[in-house]
């Protein structure tokens, strides 16, 4: 296998937003983020992805882009931006940034002037089509609820939009379109950036006929998935990119690839590096009902969690590399979703368990803002607490059709909702958790009195020691980055166990991921081997081995 830079890093996205307010604004600012790279260098990570700080209206937090080449004023200035690359850079922190090129905003001066007449020279940089029996071209439903076509009254036709009415789809058949693309990005690689994660680009390329799709499930509407996902063209316009822009720089690229197949996989991040680095696939993030229908309060199933990060494990070994994650800005937390958030011991032990999990993997890990904190989902009380557009047009939808009640829905949107990843970072114990002296733009979790970076970084055994301790172990042992896997005990419902093996060295992973005592057996070959790092006091005696709730432990041979 070859190695790499970006394999044998961590990553950690950075939500600009909530992340450090720099100027009493309540958003949080790129300045703000360069006054805590010193945080992010003690907890030891090597990449800090930034979500999108582009000029824009701010419709979706960001990825609306109306200007690609310049910074949204509530983030700061270019010349913020370059301060905190060369602070990065002078840390030894790499910086990737977003890129969202699947759609653009509707004020972008591309779709301006592709609005203003059927026969302006930019009208095919957009996906326009004539309407249909006295409506859309199709049924396509949009992933923010409605429809996927907008009717534009001035020219008469209707404009395809897969997320907000105003993020209209760029049309990637058109070859200026990628140029134009393409320009842009080696733009920023002249200015120094270390990679790109990609906003759903596997939706770039659609199917010419676009045909009405199957209905989704509870929804008026089809499915455009299988005529923009991972499309006919995506592959070709990909190796298009990395030819013209990617293939010139040494970069950390990840595709978000929603519908991703292990095959797909190793065609967009293949060994060979003719597409990107990495991808991030989402089947273990739709175990509790996310692909077929978000809005629920239903728990994760370990066996099937099990299965599938194993299919993923083996799947890509040797053919691609994974992406490891739990959390990201538009996931709930992790440790209210799959662990236990209800008492500060249950918190940490849990939050540290499911760190365990996925940090002994092959693959890159990503670590989100405030994961390393153990920060949890916030406790949003009405639908006015909410600023997520996918959220607040949930409820109107759902609600407005009687589906749900209006408590029921707020119930879900508390547990699933992608603002609770974020709400602001919780640094200390000050007023607004010490994100900004105004009024944040969210509300602030309450709980960040208990839970805050201050706090942890002053206690050995809190979780931020215990993820700083992870990345750690992960630069300094190959085994770890490398080393192949094989899953042990498939169908226990409560441990999660697995080895790891490198030549000569190998480990034992074993993560009880439950709230109850569990009780497992231990390869004989580990019989007495060191322990690499453990969460609890599990009970470990030969081939035996007794786990409280949360507990777990990494055996290794090196």
Not at 441 to 450: F, L
Not at 523 to 539: D, N
């Amino acid at each position: 296998m070859k190695q790499a830079w970006w394999k044998e890093s961590v990553v950690y996205q950075v939500y600009p937003r909530s992340f450090q307010d720099s100027n009493g604004d309540g958003i949080g600012d790129l300045a703000g983020v360069t006054s805590r790279l010193d945080y992010l260098k003690e907890l030891g990570v090597d990449v800090i992805w930034l979500s999108p700080f582009y000029r824009s209206p701010g419709g979706d937090n960001g990825y609306d882009i109306s200007d690609y080449r310049d910074i949204e004023p509530c983030f700061g200035t270019m010349e913020d931006f370059d301060r905190l690359l060369a602070e990065a850079h002078a840390r030894g922190l790499r910086i990737v940034i977003d890129l969202v090129v699947n759609h653009s905003s509707e004020e972008h001066p591309w779709f301006i002037e592709s609005r203003s007449s059927r026969d302006n020279p930019k009208r095919d940089y957009y996906i326009w089509r004539d309407g249909k029996a006295g409506g859309p071209p199709n049924n396509w439903g949009s992933n923010f609820s409605g429809s996927a076509w907008q009717y534009d009254e001035a020219t008469g036709q209707y404009y395809l939009h897969t997320f907000g009415t105003f993020q209209p789809d760029l049309n990637w058949d058109n070859p200026v379109l990628r140029e134009e693309i393409f320009d842009m990005m080696r733009w920023w690689c002249d200015k120094g950036i270390d990679g790109f994660r990609m906003d759903v680009i596997s939706m770039i390329s659609k199917a010419p006929e676009m045909p009405d799709g199957e209905l989704r499930p509870g929804s008026d509407y089809g499915s455009f998935a299988p005529y923009v996902v991972n499309g006919p063209n995506v592959h070709r316009y990909l190796q298009e990119m990395h030819e013209k822009v990617l293939g010139r720089y040494d970069l950390l690229t990840v595709g978000e690839c929603s519908g991703l197949t292990v095959d797909e996989a190793c065609q967009y991040a293949n060994e060979e590096g003719t597409e990107l680095t990495m991808a991030f696939q989402f089947e273990h993030m739709d175990l509790d009902g996310g692909e077929s229908f978000k809005w629920n309060t239903r728990k994760m199933d370990l066996v099937e969690m099990k299965a599938l990060l194993t299919k993923w494990q083996k799947g890509l070994d040797g053919r691609a590399w994974n992406s490891l994650y739990w959390c990201n800005h538009d996931q709930p937390r992790i440790v209210s979703r799959l662990g236990d958030d209800s008492s500060f011991a249950l918190r940490e032990k849990s939050a540290k368990a499911i760190a365990l999990t996925i940090h002994m993997m092959q693959g890159t890990p990503y670590v989100y803002e405030g994961e390393e904190l153990g920060m949890t989902n916030a406790p949003f009380e009405t639908l006015e607490d909410f600023r997520d557009v996918e959220s607040i047009n949930a409820y109107r939808e759902l609600v407005g059709s009687g589906r749900f009640t209006p408590e029921e829905m707020l119930g879900f949107l508390r547990y699933k909702s992608r603002d609770n990843s974020r709400t602001p970072m919780q640094w200390d114990s000050s007023e607004n958790a010490g994100f900004t002296t105004g009024k944040p733009w969210i509300m602030v979790n309450p709980n960040y009195k208990e839970i805050n970076a201050a706090e942890q970084l002053a206690r050995p055994d809190s979780v931020f020691h215990f993820y700083q301790e992870l990345i750690r172990l992960r630069h300094e042992h190959k085994l770890i980055v490398y080393g192949s896997y094989e899953l042990l005990l498939p169908e226990d419902r409560q441990i999660f166990a697995y080895t790891r093996s490198l030549g000569e060295q190998s480990l034992l992973c074993v993560v009880n991921l439950s709230g109850e005592a569990a009780e497992c057996e231990i390869p004989a070959q580990f019989a007495g081997a060191q322990t690499l790092i453990k969460v609890g006091e599990p009970g470990i005696n030969g081939t035996a081995a007794k786990l409280q709730p949360w507990d777990a432990f990494v055996l290794a041979i090196l």
